[in-house]
């Protein structure tokens, strides 16, 4: 394992970490153009320079074809929102800010290199053949009410697809990648609610993320694996009435007939936030179904400040207690949620 200069972290680190440590960007690139593809290191740990040298490094690691899939941890001595807003745009595994508590960086780091051997990137996953099959009534039962409620609500659907177009320029469905059940990767619907250029602006707005000052709390330097802003500035005036009434929800309908997914299970995430897995505990919420509603949903409700660990308990205990009853319950209470749904 290459570093820049931690020393004092690397003291901590087990032997068993086979640890090589490099006191400057360039003895780094020296060991590296060294090593052969057997030889490299699975990570390497860069302390943050002050002159910010250490991205311009990590952009040359990422067009290397024999380095771009290392991994890659950043520690900085300091907050500083420009050194992370970077950090995320070159797709850093993680980003810790000193003091933590070493025990973090220890599970962090093995987690990172077992997920590398079973699933090396997200974007390999595209082209893989991983296949989740739902429990058969569990199937026929999404099929039946999913095709009922598409009939159902088939006049909203042509209603809203009109308003929209007359609204904003742009598609009327918002199609994105998620990362559903054992990693799957397909095409999510929902109705667009936002202008076209949505995700450009996410980066610039992440103070208005629900989810960040839990993740400041815990001082361990990670980034907030969810995002749902406050007050979202990117919503559209048809996209405001339509996220208050979930109206945006109803093409995932058509997910749910595609097989993509289940009406009630995990929400599957964007590939933002699956690619920001900080713990083995994370991974379990996979092991369920991806569902238009779920656990997390219902128990949220009137909740503004439900935390990212709360979050994960519900997403995990559904993972591993889902039954046809449990969906059911689920479902009936979702429609109260929808009615008094909170306007963020």
């Known amino acids: 394992m290459g570093t820049q200069s931690c020393g004092t972290i690397l003291s901590e680190l087990p032997v068993a970490f086979n640890i090589s440590q490099n006191r400057t960007l360039e003895e780094l690139k020296n060991y590296l153009d060294n090593q052969s ?10 302390e943050a320079d002050t002159k910010g040298e250490c991205f311009n490094f990590i952009e040359q690691i990422k067009k290397n ?20 807003a970077r950090a995320l745009q070159l797709k850093v595994h993680d980003f810790y800010i000193l003091p933590f508590p070493i025990e973090h960086l220890i599970e962090r780091l093995a987690f990172l290199v077992k997920f590398k051997l079973i ?28 095709t009922l409620g598409i009939i159902l609500v088939s006049p909203i659907l042509i209603i809203t697809s009109i308003l929209i177009r007359l609204d904003t320029k742009g ?12 990693y799957n990767i397909f095409d999510f619907y929902k109705f ?6 949505a995700e450009r602006q996410l980066e610039n707005l992440s103070e ?41 929800e109803l093409p995932q309908l058509f997910n749910v007939i595609k097989g993509d997914m289940s009406l009630v299970g995990n929400r599957p995430l964007p590939l933002y936030e699956a690619e920001m897995l900080t713990s083995n505990e994370w991974s379990l919420r996979f092991m369920g179904p991806a569902g238009v509603t779920g656990l997390w949903q219902i128990k949220s409700r ?28 689920i479902l009936i209470k979702t429609l109260p949620v929808i009615l008094h749904k909170e306007k963020f």
């Open 37 to 46: 593809i057997l030889t490299l290191p699975d990570i390497i740990i860069i």
């Open 192 to 197: 667009r609610s936002m202008r076209i250029d």
């Open 208 to 248: 208005l993320n629900l989810y960040k000052a839990d993740a400041d709390e815990e001082n361990s330097g990670k980034k907030s694996v969810f995002v749902k802003l406050i007050d979202d500035p990117r919503i559209t005036r048809i996209g405001n009435f339509i996220r208050r009434t979930s109206i945006d």
């Open 171 to 182: 598609p009327v469905l918002y199609k994105s990648k998620r990362v559903g059940t054992g």
């Open 302 to 329: 009137g909740k503004r400040d439900i935390s990212e660990r709360e979050r994960k308990k519900f997403d995990n205990f559904y993972a591993l207690k889902y039954s046809f009853w449990f969906d059911l319950e």
């Open 65 to 84: 074809a024999l380095w771009r899939e290392l991994i890659i941890v950043l520690i900085s001595t300091s907050h500083n929102k420009e050194w992370k």
């Open 119 to 146: 699933k090396p990137t997200l974007s390999i996953l595209e082209n893989a053949d991983v296949v989740y099959k739902l429990p058969l009534g569990k199937r026929l039962f999404d099929i039946l009410v999913s």
